[in-house]
């Protein structure tokens, strides 16, 4: 810069003279030729480290929460016409060739509802993701999962649009749970669906996985209130404390029920002081009454013998 007292802006300039470009501005963002404004580093978070029991955790609940039809209505998919939750397809799926015969498969199982809803749902994205390459965004529709010899499955159903297919070896948590919503619509195979306990293991079988087992729960039984009240807990509890209450205490002198309970005379007394103070208001008028009659008769004798004394 050079500083102030020149005209010019307080920029950095380039030194020296014998040519133009001595004494441009330089280095700043708004300089020709000067650098940009925060730069994006290549030294961002690209990645963030999970356990792989996380990960299985997470993947194996998507999955159990699939074979609950609240929980998949819940995300908003259209199950009403499905038979049952989770919804298994024999392998002769897969000998399918052409779309329109996915398509037709679908109605006859109730599922195309859902694929309905997806084409429906087309809309701009909003934001700055519409000018690159994102133009437009939808729900998600229905998954197939198949096993592996059945990648042929994916010819008929991938140009419909909001279905996704995944090979049950290979399963992605952002699709069982898009955007971290559980419920996943999913439509397997029967050789996918039987592939799952040699997978994650089960009660009978254990799991491919090494040294894994499937998250169980602690509370088996989540009718807290009949646990509690069944007779094996309650023979070994004590029996439940009585609440004591003490009495509160009452001033008598600001209290007239508990005075009248000390000194049951107190309410004759207050009784007769009421009638006291009452026969005295009702005399007081005709007191009042009688100076007035009082002091009208001495003003007219005053009067009186002003009037003689002028004479």
């Excluded at 038979?83 to 399918?96: G, H």
């Excluded at 009421?274 to 208001?281: L, S, T, W």
Aim: charged fraction near 25%; charge should be positive; glycine fraction near 6%.
């Amino acid at each position: 810069s050079w500083g102030t007292g020149r005209a010019v802006a307080r920029v950095p300039r380039i030194s020296g003279g014998g040519t133009s470009r001595s004494g441009q501005g330089a280095f700043a963002n708004m300089c020709r030729k000067g650098r940009m404004f925060a730069p994006t580093k290549i030294w961002r978070k690209w990645h963030h480290r999970v356990n792989v029991n996380q990960k299985r955790y997470a993947l194996v609940s998507a999955l159990a929460a699939s074979a609950v039809p609240a929980l998949v209505m819940a995300r908003g998919h259209k199950i009403d016409e499905v038979r049952e939750i989770p919804f298994v397809v024999a392998d002769e799926v897969c000998n399918m060739k052409k779309t329109k015969e996915a398509v037709a498969f679908l109605k006859k199982a109730g599922c195309y509802a859902d694929v309905e809803k997806v084409i429906e749902s087309k809309r701009f994205r909003a934001g700055q993701g519409k000018m690159r390459n994102r133009r437009y965004v939808t729900r998600l529709g229905p998954m197939v999962v198949y096993a592996d010899g059945e990648e042929a499955i994916a010819l008929p159903f991938r140009n419909i649009p909001g279905v996704e297919l995944c090979n049950v070896n290979r399963m992605n948590l952002l699709r069982m749970a898009p955007g971290g919503h559980v419920g996943r619509f999913v439509i397997w195979t029967k050789a996918a669906f039987e592939r799952l306990d040699a997978l994650y293991g089960s009660a009978t079988v254990k799991s491919e996985k090494v040294d894994y087992v499937l998250p169980q729960s602690i509370v088996t039984m989540t009718d807290i209130n009949r646990i509690i009240n069944s007779t094996e807990v309650q023979s070994v509890v004590r029996p439940a404390m009585k609440n004591v209450n003490y009495p509160a205490h009452v001033n008598p002198l600001k209290n007239k029920a508990a005075m009248d309970e000390l000194n049951p005379y107190a309410a004759i007394a207050r009784a007769a002081e009421q009638k006291a103070v009452a026969e005295n208001i009702k005399n007081k008028a005709a007191n009042q009454e009688k100076k007035r009659a009082e002091k009208a008769k001495f003003a007219e004798k005053k009067a009186a013998y002003f009037e003689n004394m002028m004479l």
